[in-house]
């Protein structure tokens, strides 16, 4: 077999590379950090009646269950005296999904 090719030999290199960039700077400390997140997750937030609408319609839409009706009618006792008369234009507080 006179056409073997013989292959480099590197088991006897050793690293000796060096860094000439200076001094990485220190590490962030974060240990004194906190947190101050805050959320309106349970704010009451509003609604504009339009036409069509009824509150088992507008619970449906923010709670996912028209049966839910009464918490919105509940919260705007003074400016609603029947659940079945609302109109267009008017602005119902709608409280937290809870």
Same mark, same amino acid.
């Given at each position: 077999m006179g056409n073997e090719?013989?292959?480099?030999?590197? &088991?006897? %290199?050793?690293?000796?590379?060096?860094?000439?960039?200076?001094?990485?700077?220190?590490?962030?400390?974060? #240990?004194?950090?906190? #947190?101050?997140? &805050? &959320?309106?997750?349970?704010?009451? #937030?509003?609604?504009? %009646? %339009?036409?069509?609408?009824? *509150? &088992?319609r507008i619970a449906r839409?923010?709670?996912?269950?028209?049966?839910?009706?009464? /918490?919105?009618?509940?919260?705007?006792?003074?400016? *609603?005296?029947?659940?079945?008369?609302? /109109?267009?234009?008017?602005?119902?507080?709608?409280?937290a999904k809870s």
């Open positions: 090719t013989s292959k480099p030999d590197f &088991s006897n %290199v050793q690293g000796g590379a060096k860094s000439t960039a200076a001094d990485a700077p220190p590490k962030a400390d974060f #240990s004194n950090v906190q #947190s101050a997140v &805050s &959320s309106t997750a349970d704010e009451t #937030s509003t609604y504009t %009646v %339009v036409a069509g609408d009824n *509150l &088992s839409h923010f709670y996912g269950n028209a049966n839910a009706w009464k /918490r919105i009618f509940d919260a705007n006792r003074d400016q *609603l005296t029947d659940p079945d008369k609302i /109109r267009p234009g008017q602005v119902l507080k709608i409280p």
